[in-house]
């Protein structure tokens, strides 16, 4: 299985962005598909996941300005962020999970946000 996140780039603060990660299998074959952000010098962090009955959890830090959302055509999840703050900038990873296994990582994309 691999996860292809793109979408990432340069934005001014207050701006928005929408990151994409393809699933090379059924995105509906996973409990849950999600993303989580590593800033410079930090640990990594969970951001938001959705789940495969369209469940949605968010970090209290992105609630209200990030939608996490998938398309079981394309295979495809999303993570549309706007109000970017400059603390929002980091590597941000999409995972793929079923219960009991690993979790599978894409490559992660890099946000970063100009105050």
């Known amino acids: 299985v691999q996860l292809q996140a793109s979408g990432g780039g340069l934005v001014q603060a207050g701006g928005s962005l929408r990151l994409s990660c393809v699933v090379s299998e059924s995105i509906s074959s996973f409990d849950s598909v999600g993303w989580y952000r590593q800033a410079p010098g930090k640990q990594r962090d969970f951001v938001a996941r959705?789940?495969?009955?369209?469940?949605?959890v968010y970090d209290d830090s992105v609630k209200g300005r990030f939608t996490i959302d998938r398309d079981i055509v394309k295979n495809t999840a999303y993570l549309e962020m706007n109000s970017l703050k400059p603390e929002d900038t980091a590597v941000y990873y999409c995972?793929?999970?079923?219960?009991?296994?690993?979790?599978?990582w894409g490559q992660g994309t890099l946000v970063t946000v100009s105050s």
């Open positions: 995972y793929a999970n079923r219960i009991g296994l690993p979790d599978i």
């Open positions: 959705i789940t495969k009955y369209n469940t949605v």
